[in-house]
């Protein structure tokens, strides 16, 4: 190993300072390309390609430093390139290699990485093309600034050479640097004094950033003693242009050049520049913008390589640009196809050019984050006979979403196109002459219409070619117009087969017109790849997290709205927070809180508030309280299935809401009693309204907290039993009240007690007075199917007539020792008789009638056995009428009612077909 490396590091040395007095081979740039330039200026500086400043040396022609053999020591079966699955081709973004740090980074992966040999194309530093591109584009606007542009661009690559490189390494790579800038000086010079470029002169400026890179990059990875060498694709990839701003690989010529390369680079490591290549005249050209992923993919062709793995930013390919829909997930694979598909449309994570070169061979692409190598990737392949099997769920047929933006429409439109031969071709006939690029053409069996889209800036050039080309037969009336439609984006679906399987496009377009938006155009490729639709430009974002939660979001996903985060609401935040990811994870149930509403501030949030922070949210961003732009925006969200609002107030205003809400599709879940308790024809309304719909109402927290109470009910009445009698202790307080007033305690003492220990409401006459329970029990009639007020509930208050007067809790806490007596003796009467006292709620179904009172019971009735401050209720039915069916235990309490509602959400869920 170290006399290898140091031969090849001695080959190396020699390469790169033979690199700094040499121009690149690619002389015929100046020949042949800028001659019309040049002509003007000298006929010297077209020979020798440019004038140089002042003072500097006129470099003499030379063979580029790649081409130079100097590894005498290898033996002639190593410089033959043995193509095959021994080679892997690594592709690394300009993100990848964006600082010094990462270029570290980047050695290290290529190091780890066990192949036997490894090919490593590499972009430009992040921005740095863009900073080439500006500039030419200044200097041909004869704006000087391109002197300081150039400065820095220098100053990014010479700083990170100094952190990543020492020693020779650092000062042939500076030298060469340098070199290479006063040669983009010059050649800017002459662009500024020209006022314009070339696309030659623009291709050889723009792909410094990968010589750059690329050398760089192998330097540092030499220094960890591996035999590698950095190839610059222009001495290798040849490439023919085509009239449409493309290039198109020669394959035969690269591969021979590319063994010739070999021959005299012979190594196990190759760091080849991405984006550039040469022309057969081996003038300098680029494979065009984001054009290293393609140059990585010829490479794994001509290489015939086990794999190409591409590195970026991201964890893959997403089922939709993860800047634009957050809940856009990381795709296992992709067929070439849709991948291919994905990339025109717009998702720029691969360019669309990359698919074909490995498709041939059948070599897979990776793609990979490199700032979290812990994630799998996307695998883009031949599609495997495990797919197949894979395709009785939708999501299977439609694997991504993308968009393009800035378009236009352009719809030629009239009868006299029916029928007539040629129409189609002098359209496009007539677009293809101004070089626009149709991204998607649609067309009406009827022929009456031809729309077809084309990038926003080129389309006055063509409505202009079609007025001319049809100003005939648009004034004689065959045509009755060539219209443009400006400001629309293109949004795809891909997937293998999706079009030909029913209820796909169904599925696209319903979501669509569920969030309200108009599709200008269809086209449906006959691929079966992809439908594309054409909306307006503002809907795009919209549209695309319709179409995309449509398809990837749990049909249990269900955006909420929080109102009144008290004592309760705060504890079933804190709830939702401790569960929601193993809803998520185990039963595909997505609780998304999008708004708290409280009575002053509200919180709300698109995608859903992190609950860890809740609190904090609220007093960092929280806004004024506004209920009805409050349920718009929970409600309003267009990429959330369901909505839900949990009341967690004991508001009446709030409750009188409930009826709008559910006639809008919203859920409701609530534990206030208000709804239920208040004017029955409301109440009925409500009912007959959730009845008839698809969306639900619970409230099973409104009596008993989280005991199951309304459900139990619920389940004899469907089931067809008939409810003779409710009967039970619904208050948690006044259970705690008479189960511990025994002993020859007092009245007031025990109340006192229940109200030190937080049993009670501050006033405790609220509880005293029986309302609560009467709330309760009209609760539970009506579910029995009673037509009752409140009003016709008799309540038997405890709070002494004297004292309802009272002003203030403390006065009635002062005043109600005076009425001890009394109470000592109904309970000694009771205790005589061998019973106790229970404060009780009956609902009598049999005569229709419901009360309120304190009642003895024997003292081996169920209700006497009540500790604490349990709730117990007594259902007494056609089936359980000797031995009544009995529900038992905590009634009342912040965690038990919270508990109570989230149970509600969950059975609303499963209502929308969680599973079980
Ligand atoms: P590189 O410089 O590594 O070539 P690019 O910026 O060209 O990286 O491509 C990666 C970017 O593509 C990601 O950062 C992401 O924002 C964007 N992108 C757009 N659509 C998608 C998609 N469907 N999946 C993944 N990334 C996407
Ligand atoms: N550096 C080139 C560009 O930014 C090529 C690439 O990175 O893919 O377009
Ligand atoms: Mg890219």
Redesign the pocket.
């Given at each position: 190993m170290a006399s290898s490396s140091f031969s090849t590091a001695v080959a190396h040395l020699s390469r790169v300072s033979t690199a700094h007095t040499s121009l690149p081979s690619h002389h015929n740039l100046f020949q042949s390309q800028c001659r019309p330039f040049f002509l003007s200026r000298s006929s010297h500086s077209l020979r020798k390609g440019f004038t140089l400043p002042r003072g500097r040396k006129a470099p003499s022609p030379a063979v580029h430093a790649s081409f130079t053999d100097l590894s005498t020591n290898v033996s002639l079966e190593d410089k033959q390139l043995a193509k095959g699955e021994t080679w892997s081709v690594h592709k690394f973004?300009?993100t990848c290699v964006g600082t010094s740090q990462r270029i570290q980074n980047v050695a290290e992966i290529v190091v780890k990485d066990d192949s036997e040999r490894k090919l490593v194309v590499v972009?430009?530093m992040?921005k740095?093309?863009?900073m080439m591109y500006d500039l030419i584009h200044k200097a041909q606007s004869r704006d000087e600034s391109y002197i300081s542009s150039l400065d820095a661009v220098l100053e990014k690559h010479s700083a990170t050479a100094h952190d990543i490189l020492d020693g020779d390494n650092l000062a042939s790579f500076l030298s060469k640097l340098h070199h290479d800038i006063s040669n983009l000086k010059a050649m800017l010079r002459a662009i500024y004094i020209a006022g314009h470029a070339t696309e030659s002169f623009t291709d050889f400026v723009?792909g410094h950033?990968?010589l750059w890179s690329a050398q760089m990059l192998s330097l540092v990875i030499r220094k960890n003693g591996i035999d590698c060498n950095w190839m610059d694709t222009r001495d290798v990839l040849i490439v023919n242009p085509t009239s449409t701003n493309q290039v198109d690989p020669d394959y035969l010529e690269s591969e021979r050049r590319l063994e010739k390369w070999y021959s005299l680079n012979p190594c196990k490591v190759i760091i080849a520049t991405?984006?550039i290549a040469s022309t057969h005249k081996n003038i300098p050209t680029?494979?065009?913008?984001?054009?290293?992923?393609?140059?990585a993919a010829i490479m794994g062709a001509l290489f015939r390589a086990r794999q190409v793995t591409i590195w970026t930013d991201v964890d893959g390919v997403y089922s939709a640009d993860p800047r634009k829909v957050s809940e856009a997930v990381i795709l296992k694979t992709l067929s070439y196809q849709e991948a291919w598909e994905m990339s025109y449309f717009g998702a720029n994570v691969l360019?669309p050019r990359t698919i074909i070169p490995v498709m041939r061979y059948g070599i897979p692409i990776m793609i990979r984050n490199i700032f979290n190598l812990s994630a799998p990737g996307t695998k883009i392949c031949h599609p495997s006979v495990n797919d197949h099997e894979d395709m009785q769920n939708l999501q299977n047929y439609v694997k991504g979403f993308a968009t393009i933006d800035n378009l236009a429409l352009v719809n030629v439109e009239g009868t006299g196109m029916a029928g007539v031969p040629g129409t189609a071709s002098a359209i496009f006939g007539a677009v293809k002459d101004v070089g626009a690029n149709v991204i998607m053409i649609s067309q009406a069996s009827s022929e009456h219409s031809v729309c077809f889209a084309v990038p926003e800036k080129e389309v006055k050039a063509v409505a202009d070619a079609l007025q001319s080309r049809f100003r005939q037969a648009l004034d004689n009336g065959r045509l009755s117009q060539v219209a443009v439609i400006p400001n629309c984006s293109i949004l795809a679906a891909v997937g293998q087969k999706m079009a030909s399987t029913p209820g796909v496009s169904a599925s696209l377009f319903n979501a669509l017109a569920k969030a309200n938006i108009n599709v200008r155009a269809i086209a449906q490729g006959c691929s079966e790849y992809n439908i594309t639709v054409v909306v307006k430009r503002e809907d795009c974002i919209k549209a695309l997290r319709a179409v995309h939660s449509r398809f990837y979001l749990s049909r249990t996903t269900i955006a909420m709205g929080i109102i009144g985060p008290g004592l309760i609401g705060s504890t079933l935040l804190d709830q939702l927070r401790d569960q929601a990811s193993t809803l998520k994870e185990e039963f595909n149930i997505d609780l998304r809180v999008m708004g708290i509403l409280g009575s002053k501030s509200m919180l709300l949030s698109e995608a859903g508030i992190d609950l860890t922070r809740w609190r904090e949210l609220r007093g960092e961003r929280g806004e004024v309280a506004d209920l009805e732009r409050f349920v718009q925006h929970v409600h309003g969200n267009h990429f959330i299935p369901n909505t839900a609002l949990v009341d967690c107030t004991a508001d009446t205003g709030v409750a009188g809401y409930y009826y709008d809400w559910l006639r809008k599709g919203i859920h409701v879940v609530t534990p206030n009693k208000k709804a239920n308790s208040g004017p029955l024809d409301q109440y009925l309304r409500l009912r007959a309204l959730q009845r008839q719909s698809y969306t639900h109402y619970f409230y099973e927290a409104t009596v008993g907290a989280g005991l199951p109470i309304v459900s139990t009910l619920r389940g004899l009445l469907e089931t067809g039993d008939r409810i003779l009698q409710i009967e039970g202790i619904f208050s948690g307080t006044l259970s705690y009240i008479f189960n511990n007033f025994k002993d020859g305690r007092a009245f007031s003492e025990v109340v006192a007690e229940a109200k030190e220990a937080g049993y009670t409401e501050p006033d405790p006459r609220d509880d005293l007075s029986g309302t609560d329970v009467a709330r309760k029990v009209i609760i539970l009639a009506r579910e029995s199917g009673l037509k009752l007020e409140l009003s016709n509930i008799p309540v038997g208050s405890l709070v002494p007539e004297p004292l309802r007067g009272c002003a203030s809790a403390q006065e009635f806490m002062q005043e109600l020792p005076k009425f001890d007596q009394e109470f000592t003796k109904k309970q000694e009467d009771a205790e005589n008789a061998g019973e106790v006292l229970r404060y009780v709620g009956v609902v009598d179904v049999t005569n229709k009638k419901g009360v309120v009172e304190l009642r003895r019971y024997k003292k081996d009735h169920p209700f006497a056995q009540l500790s604490g401050s349990d709730n117990i209720i007594a259902f007494t039915t056609r089936r359980y009428q000797d031995q009544p069916l009995i529900v038992r235990g905590p009634g009342a309490g912040a965690q038990v009612t919270a508990g109570g509602i989230f149970s509600d959400i969950l059975r609303l869920a499963s209502y929308l077909g969680a599973p079980s």
């Open positions: 973004g300009g972009s430009a992040s740095v093309t863009d723009v950033g990968e991405g984006f680029t494979l065009k913008r984001d054009g290293s992923d393609f140059s360019h």
